[in-house]
């Protein structure tokens, strides 16, 4: 037989993980090793998308950023995961002609620096070169590449006649080149969808209709209009009660569950259009809030629809919540709520009030908050993991001195009772006393003693059965007198407790 000893040698099974990946409108699905690197997805990604690894950064990793020679073992991610490409360092191509700028058009963005007049702000939008004001290009239209500035301003329409009660206006656009763009319908949008001038007369249907029956059918409404106005790419808006969306977010299963964010639409702002088409769609924040939130919605264009929220939000968040939306100004919308969950009530973290088109800016705002929140929770369980270990561990000491305090007891009990004399017989020819010993369960303990024998032995024969002195009171029945007062070296004969007597055992204060 070989006497060398055997050798057990296991080897760890490795795990593959799943990743879809989102890049503008492109999805990839990419499955690998868990011993893989950050740097082996970049490469197959690089294979799908073209794009240069040293151009591309990898998002939407749970513990932050990672550098590309990071294993994706050690990031602990589950089998699946969502993830999305930013390539901030990649520059639109630059044309050197007009008919160079023609054809390419379609490779190209301008950025179009739009001057609000009555507002006072500056709003920075890019779009694409093939996207037309009328039936002409950007790239046709001779402003400026690849920026261009332009100023809006209302326009008073002489269409209306004199009993029309509402104005209606549209906008006027002026280039810094030397062609004014009038009644230009397009940039992707309309003009007044754009900035939020349309007339009511001219005004698109609404984001939610007024009187909806529940919150569910309001919430259809409102995703079915803002998939018509910007396109499917969109948040997934939960579509139920704010009760409901709650309840989603924060107490389901542990691994699921989410911050609630509130998307607060205001129709009226000339914000919101802007922050919707540049923002709300963009791939990178759909992907974000879809990982990190569930996403309700509701518009307050109408006032009793803004008063329904406020009922809402006084209900389920208190009446500072909602008496701080009540401030909010139109100009000021739209707003974003971040709320977490907590066992007593539901806490709004903070209200995020959009006031950019800054595409990274609006993304790296929402994560924040976010981490701020999931800082939040993991202090808050921190906290709670802190104390239940003082308590766990407290009850391990008190168990502990119990134990030790059982085991002291029994040792002294055994040397008791190893200590005792023999039990002397009745026929022995000495004086004998009986004694019988009620204890406080209602057993009888009985045993023989020489008269001469110390009250001490006694004692020591009750300690031994469990009922120490120093716990209990020996005492007889009439006249009832507490023997353990006594002194431990007097005799039975001098105690009085003989030929026989009945004691009885009873607990000290």
Known sequence: MDPTPSRHIVERQSRMLNFRVEYRQRSIEVVLEDASTVGDIKTILETELQVPVSKMQLKGWKSGDVSDSTVLQSLHLPKNNSLYVLTPDIAPLASTSQSSAQQGSSSQNYLLVISHREAQRDYSLNFPASKTIQEITLAASGISYPCHHLTVCRRSSPALTVDQTDECTDVHMVSDSEDDFEDAPEFGVDESEIFGMGSSSCQKSPMMPENSENEGDALLHFTAEFSRRYGDCHPVFYIGSLEAASQEAFYGKARDRKLLAIYLHNDESVLSNVFCSQMMCADSIVSYLSQNFITWAWDVTKEANKARLLTMCTRHFGSVVAQTIRTYKTDQFPLLLIVMGKRTSNEVLNVIQVYRSDEREAREMVKREQDEAYRLSLEADRKKREAQEREEAEQVRQERIRKEQEEEREAIRLSLEQALPPEPKEDDGEPISKLRIRTP????????FLGSCKLQVLFDFVASKGYPSDEF????????????????AWSLLEAKLFPQETLFLEAKE
Do not use: A, W
Request: no cysteine.
């Open 441 to 448: 369960s209602g057993e009888f303990l009985e045993r023989r």
């Open 473 to 488: 009171k020996l005492l007889t029945t009439f006249p009832r007198r507490n023997i353990t007062q006594l002194d431990p």
